[in-house]
């Protein structure tokens, strides 16, 4: 069963993510999330049991308040991202859903940053899923070029995070 902080830390994701509907399952319980407009977030776990579960009842939190339409800036983002790129440029995209880390700790200077000279080795960045911090490498030799997203940012899998100029 989920603890009470994992359930929150899943509301914090959807909720800063694109997405309008989760749903995790593991070992009987169940956990359901859905947006619905900017008002809720609905949550419901059930107890793996022989009696049927009462009726899972929506949940409304603080934490899951939207005070904005939370597509505004990826949204607008996307399109700033495409007038930056460059046809000769790599892309690095990101391999999967997580938390993108410039650094691999709060206080550690960033990996890369524009104008760093990079080879298909050299680790990047840090993109942090289901508490597994997963090293992402550059692919290619090159120069960074641009950052596309922010320290701590919510990525999704196939999003640019970084343009490099190729050698």
């Not at 939370?70 to 990101?94: G, M, N, R, Y």
Request: charged share 25%; hydrophobic share 40%.
């Amino acid at each position: 069963m989920l603890k009470v902080q994992e359930i929150r830390e899943l509301i914090k994701l959807v909720n800063d993510s694109n997405i309008d509907e989760f749903v995790y399952e593991h070992e009987g319980s169940k956990v359901k999330m859905k947006k619905k407009g900017s008002e809720q977030v609905v949550v419901q776990q059930a107890q793996p049991s022989a009696a049927p579960a009462p009726a899972p009842q929506p949940v409304q939190t603080a934490a899951v308040k939207v005070e904005e339409p939370i597509a505004a800036a990826p949204v607008q983002e996307p399109a700033k991202q495409e007038q930056a790129t460059d046809t000769d440029l790599h892309k690095i995209v990101s391999p999967m859903v997580g938390t993108f880390y410039k650094s691999s700790s709060p206080d550690a200077d960033p990996y890369v940053q524009a104008g760093t000279k990079v080879t298909k080795d050299s680790i990047v960045c840090i993109v942090e899923a289901m508490k597994l911090f997963n090293e992402i490498e550059a692919e290619v030799n090159g120069e960074i070029v641009e950052v596309l997203v922010r320290d701590g940012q919510l990525v999704e899998y196939g999003q640019p995070l970084f343009l490099v100029k190729p050698e």
